[in-house]
C-alpha cells in the first residue's frame, strides 16, 4: 500500500474528506467495475460523480497500486475535452472513490438524439479527437473509447473519462476470470482487431496502445453516424468477436446513399476507414486525424505529411457484407493510406512540396478558396466542389457524377458515362485491350474481363492455387497487344500469365521480392515489364521467360522501391517511377541505367511514354504531373553507357538541388519541360491519349483531370469515384476512359472533341 499512500500524500490538495455530503445510496451509474453514486460538494458548490470501486477489487494490491498511478496521472491532465478530476476521499475501503463533476446530460449515447446536423456532428467528432490526440501527446492511453465513456458538458461539448482506470480494472478482471471476454463484456465492439488475439508474434499478450485507440475512435465515429452501437445486427459479445478476427467491419452507407450526404459526413466515413486498417502500423495517427477533421470542419484540405505508404487497400474501409456487394459503399483508406495507397506497403512519403507556376486562376466564383499552403496562382479544383454555381456551358451531371469544364480556355472536349462496375474490393487496376474492345480490372484475388461494347462480364479469372487466407490484392493487369493473354502482377510477388481463352494460367514468373505493383508489354509482345516493391524492375522474355533486372544504382538504405512502369514506343527504353521521387530510365538491350529524372518531391505513383517516344508523363504524390523531353537518349547517337553508381555524395547533392527547386532535368541532358499543377491531393495514376494530346491524372482527391499536353492546360475535370482514383487507361483506339477506385467501382466513360 505504500505506492498508494505516497500518491495520495502527493495529492493532498484535492483530498475531499468531509466535502461531499448527500451521497445517494443508490448508484446512478453501474459499471464492470465500479458504481457511480452522486452526491454534493459543498466548497465547490456543485452536483458531483463519485466512483466508487468494487469491494472485491480493492482486495488486489497490485490492481490498487497500478490504479494509484493512473489516478495520479490524471489528476495531472488538464483539457477542454478530458473530464477533470477533482478529487478523492477514503471511505472505510482501501482505495479512495473518485470525484468528477455530474454531467447533467449524460454520456455521449444519451446526447445523441440530440445532436443536430453535419455541423454538430463534425464538432462532436473534433472534440473527441482532440481531447484523445491530447491523451496521446501525455503518453496515455484511453483502452475503453466508446460513447458511454464520453460525457456531455453543459456547453454540449464532450469530455473524454474512465480512460486508464478502465484498463487497469480490465485487466484485473482477465486474470480473475481467465478470459478476455469476461472483462470486456460490452466493450468487444469497439477492440481493434488485434487486441482480440491471445498473444503477438513473440508470444507475449497484446495491450492496447494508440493505434487501438485509433480503431476505436472510428468505432465512436460510426455511433455518431448510424446512431447506434457497431455491429448492430449481432447480438452477443462472441459473435461480434469472431466477425472482427475474420475482418469484418461495420457496415456502412450504401454508394447511393452515401452519395445523397452532406460532404462532411461523407468525409467522416472516411476517415472511420482510415482507423480500421487491419495492420496498426497503417492507421493514421490522432493528430493527424485531428488535422483531418479539424479541415473537414474548415471546409479545406490539409498538407501532405510525412507518412508510411500503403499500396493496399486504398482498402474500402469496410468489407461488406454479401448482401450489400451489389453497391459498394464508396469509402476506402490508399492508403496505397498509395496515403497510405495510395495509401504494396510501400513506401515513404517526404514532405509536401512548396508548388509554384505562373498560371492564371479559375476566378469563378463555384471554386473554393485553395488551401493555404496551395500557390494562389495555381488553379485548385476542391473535390467537394459545389458546382450549383458553374454556367451550364461548363458542366454536366449524371446521376451520380458530374463534369467540369474550365471556364478560363475554351471548351474542347465533351464526355459521357457508358458503364459502372461494381466490385468486391478496391479496384487496383484498369487496362484496355489494344483493339480496345475488352477491359481488364485487377482486385482482391480476381481479375475480371468486360466487353467494353455491351457492358458485359466475359470472365472472372482467379486462381485456385493461390494460399486461401488473407488479401490478395491484383495491383496491375496487362493485356499481351495481339488479346491473347493477359498478365497480373499481385501481392504473392507472382506474375501470372493467362490464356484469356482458355481461362487458365498459361505461365508463371517468379523472382521479385515484395508485391508486383506495374505491368506493361512492349508493343511487339515480346518483352514484358514488371514493377516491384523490392525496389527493381524487371524485362521478361515471353519466350524463354528469362529475365533481365534492372537495379537503381543508389547509396544503401535508398528504398527505390518501383510503383509504375511504362516501355517506350519502339521498345528501346524500359522506365520507372519510384518511391525515393527518381524517375529511371534504362536501356532495354543492354539493361544499362542511362537516365534518372529527379525533380518530383515524393513518390512517383504514374508513367507513361508519349506516342512519339520523345517525351515521358510523370505523376507524384507531390500532387504534380511533369513532362520530361527525353530527346538525346532517342537520337541515334545517344549516350546509352551505363550511369556511375550514386554515391552518398552525390546523393546527397540532388537532394538538396531538388529541394531548392534548382534542377530542372536528368543526370544527363533529359529536361523538365512543363509542370500540370492543380490536383489536391496525391497523383496516383496517369495516361495519355493515342494521339499524344491529352494526358490523364487520377488523384487521391476523386478526381479525373484532362489536360492539354502542349499548354499545360486542364480542361475538364470528372467527379464520380467517392474515393480515391487509383488507375486510370485510354484505348489506344481513342475515344474511351477508364477509371479504377478505392470506391470498389471501375467505370468507362467516352471523351469526344467539340
Known sequence: MDDLNNILDKLSHLNLIGQIEDIQATARGLGASCDVFTGYWRAGNKKVAVKKLRVFLTKEEQVIKKLAREVYIWSKLEHENVLPLLGFFLEGGEFPHLVSEWMAKGTLRDYMPYLGGDEDIVAMCLGIAAGLSYLHEKGVIHADLKSLNILISEAGKPLLADFGVSHVLAASMTKMCGTTMASTKGTVRWMAIELLSLSDESGVGVTPDEKSDVWAFGMTIYEILKRNVPYNHLKNDHQVALAISKGKLPERPARSEKASLPMRERKLWDICGSCWKKKPE????????????????DGKSRPVKRRKLDITPLDNPATLHASTLSQPNGMFQLTFDAHYAPNAEAPHLVQDPRIGADISPLTTPAFSSPPSYLDDNVTYIPYDLNISGISSQRKKEGSDWSAIFNPDVKRRLDVYLLFTWPHESVVCSVRFST????????????????????????????????????DLYIRSVCFSPDGKYLATGAEDKIIRVWDIAKRRIRRVFEGHCQEIYALVFSLDGRLLASGSGDGTTRVWNMESGIPKVLEATEPQGVDTG??????????????????????????????SLVEC?????????????????????????????????????????????????MTPARSIQNSTMNDTATMDGGERSSKCTSTFFGHTDYVLTTAISHDGQWVVSGSKDHGVQFWDRETTDMHMRIEAHTNSVVSVDLSSQGGLLATGGGDWTARIWRYTSL
Not at 282 to 295: E, K, V
Open 562 to 591: 518501383v510503383a509504375s512502369v511504362a516501355i517506350s514506343p519502339n521498345n528501346s527504353l524500359v522506365a520507372a517511377g519510384s518511391v525515393d521521387c527518381v524517375v529511371r530510365i534504362w536501356d532495354v538491350a543492354t539493361g
Open 435 to 470: 483493339d480496345g474492345k475488352f477491359l481488364a480490372t485487377g482486385s482482391n484475388r480476381i481479375t475480371h474481363i468486360y466487353d467494353v461494347r455491351t457492358g458485359a462480364k466475359i470472365c472472372g479469372l482467379i486462381d485456385e492455387h493461390a494460399a486461401a487466407e488473407g
Open 282 to 297: 497503417m492507421r493514421p495517427s490522432m493528430s493527424d486525424i485531428l488535422s483531418d477533421i479539424t479541415a473537414i470542419q
Open 597 to 645: 529524372l529527379r525533380e518530383h518531391s515524393d513518390n512517383v505513383y504514374g508513367i507513361a511514354f508519349t506516342p512519339d517516344g520523345k517525351s515521358l508523363i510523370s505523376g507524384s504524390l507531390d500532387k504534380t504531373l511533369k513532362q520530361w523531353d527525353i530527346t538525346p537518349l532517342t537520337r541515334p547517337d545517344a549516350n546509352r553507357s551505363f550511369l556511375p553508381p
